[in-house]
Nanobody, 125 residues
């Protein structure tokens, strides 16, 4: 059973940067499609960025395109989310998620069967 542990959240000023990391243990990491999702208070969980098992393809929600970059290091069983030019509306709990049965992309939370505990990102204006 795969376990995911996020790190790197915190408080940052608007316009600043943060890098989130997710360490995976158990299973065959390079066979998992991975994603970052976020959930703000009172809102539904939404996808932020997803990446294929090989790392060859990625997809972003429109509001973060050009600002966020998802990447993975299969040798280290890690996936990262580099977030630049942060805005107040990016504040949320960010979750790392895995599709342990597919290396493909999905923007749906229901298609991901393993989740980390989440890491808080706070953006001050």
């Amino acid at each position: 059973q795969v376990q995911l542990v996020e790190s790197g959240g915190g408080l940052v000023q608007a316009g600043g940067s943060l890098r989130l990391s997710c360490a995976a243990s158990g299973g065959t990491f390079n066979s998992y499609g991975m994603g970052w999702f976020r959930q703000a208070p009172g809102k539904e969980r939404e996808f932020v960025a997803v990446i294929t098992g090989s790392g060859g393809s990625a997809y972003y929600r429109d509001s973060v395109k050009g600002r966020f970059t998802i990447s993975r290091d299969n040798a280290k069983n890690m996936v990262a989310l580099q977030m630049n030019s942060l805005k107040a509306e990016d504040a949320a709990v960010y979750y790392c998620a895995a599709r342990t049965y597919s290396s493909g992309l999905s923007t749906y939370a229901r298609d991901h069967d393993a989740w980390g505990q989440g890491t808080q990102v706070t953006v001050s204006s």
